[in-house]
Every structure is written in C-alpha cells, then in structure tokens.
C-alpha cells in the first residue's frame, strides 16, 4: 500500500513541475517611426522549489529578450536591434504583498499583488513597451521579432546559484518565438 501511495506522490510532483514553466502566449509588433511597441502576454508558472524561495523573500528576476530581424528571401534574415527588458518579483512578508517592478525601456513602475497567481499575471503583461530603434525601418521589407522570457540565474543572491544552475526547478525558459512585425 504504502508503494502506490509513494507512487501516487511521484506523480503528481512530476505533474506539478511539467505544468511549471514560461510561455510567450502572445505578441503583437507594430513599427511607428524610430519605435517598435511590444504589447502581449507572457504565461508564468513557477516551479515548486521557486515559489518557496519567493516566499522566503528571495527575489527573482526575469530577462525579457527580443530580437528584431528584417526578413530576406535568399540569405539569412538581417539582425536589426537587441533588447533585454528586466522584471523583478519580490515577496513583501510585512505587508503579504507581492512587489512587481521593471526596468530599463518599460513603462512599469512598481507594481504590487495580494497573491502570487495575480503577481505573475501582472508581470507577465506586455502593455505597449516602447523599444528605440536607432533608425526607422524598412517600409518596403518584411520584419519579424523573436522572443523569449528566462530566469536570470545570475541576478539571484551569490549563494543560491550554484543550486539554481544544478537544478532543474530553476530551469525556466520558454525557448525563443517568432513574431510578424506590423506596420
């Protein structure tokens, strides 16, 4: 008996951490003079052993990477611009609230939650972000941007990382999506 209940235990913990993870949902592009504006929504599931640290007070940061590429038909796509957008999660335990704040090109101040589910509902909202380009685009060229949502294992606290790069609750990265560029 004791066996099915370990087995039982062995697989919702592995269903647990297979639904942990980031998505890019959705994105949409638009190109405006020398701005690319980013709106959309990112899906963000913490593993177990992060929402403990989280709780613990330990705060997280997320990388938000975009890549805009102007298509071609026979080479390669050209690699126009880069940018790294960063949001941090902190857990208030004084007041229970949940701190959301940007930084860099984002228009989010700080933020804050009740709850961890609404903190990251928060977080993972793109609502137009300007993104200066240094040169308007190419009207006549197809355009694409990729983007990706990560963990920022090195923004964690000196002694945490060798234990976030070893394990892998600590793995989260929805991998890189491609986008069409409107105009």
């Given at each position: 008996m004791?066996?099915?209940?370990?087995?039982?235990?062995?697989?919702?913990?592995?269903?647990?951490?297979?639904?942990?993870?980031?998505?890019?949902?959705?994105?949409?592009?638009?190109?405006?003079?020398?701005?690319?504006?980013?709106?959309?929504?990112?899906?963000?599931?913490?593993?177990?052993?992060?929402?403990?640290?989280?709780?613990?007070?330990?705060?997280?940061?997320?990388?938000?990477?975009?890549?805009?590429?102007?298509?071609?038909?026979?080479?390669?796509?050209?690699?126009?611009?880069?940018?790294r957008?960063?949001?941090?999660?902190?857990?208030?335990?004084?007041?229970?609230?949940?701190?959301?704040?940007?930084?860099?090109?984002?228009?989010?101040?700080?933020?804050s939650?009740?709850?961890?589910?609404?903190?990251?509902?928060e977080?993972?909202?793109l609502d137009?972000?300007?993104?200066?380009?240094?040169?308007?685009?190419?009207?006549?060229?197809?355009?694409?941007?990729?983007v990706?949502?990560?963990?920022?294992?090195?923004?964690?606290?000196?002694?945490?990382?060798?234990?976030?790069?070893?394990?892998?609750?600590?793995?989260l990265?929805?991998?890189w999506?491609?986008?069409?560029?409107?105009?």
């Amino acid at each position: 008996m004791l066996q099915y209940a370990a087995a039982a235990f062995a697989i919702l913990f592995a269903t647990a951490a297979l639904a942990a993870g980031f998505k890019v949902s959705s994105v949409e592009l638009r190109a405006t003079g020398q701005t690319l504006y980013l709106k959309g929504n990112l899906e963000l599931a913490l593993t177990p052993k992060v929402e403990e640290a989280v709780a613990k007070g330990i705060p997280i940061e997320l990388a938000i990477d975009v890549r805009l590429y102007r298509d071609r038909a026979l080479i390669w796509d050209e690699h126009i611009a880069s940018w790294r957008l960063r949001r941090e999660l902190r857990y208030h335990a004084l007041s229970g609230q949940y701190l959301i704040s940007g930084a860099g090109t984002e228009p989010l101040g700080r933020e804050s939650a009740t709850s961890l589910p609404e903190a990251l509902a928060e977080l993972g909202a793109l609502d137009d972000v300007a993104l200066p380009l240094e040169a308007p685009i190419d009207n006549t060229a197809e355009h694409h941007a990729a983007v990706r949502v990560v963990l920022d294992i090195e923004a964690l606290p000196s002694l945490l990382r060798p234990v976030a790069y070893t394990s892998r609750a600590w793995d989260l990265n929805s991998g890189w999506t491609t986008w069409k560029v409107q105009r």
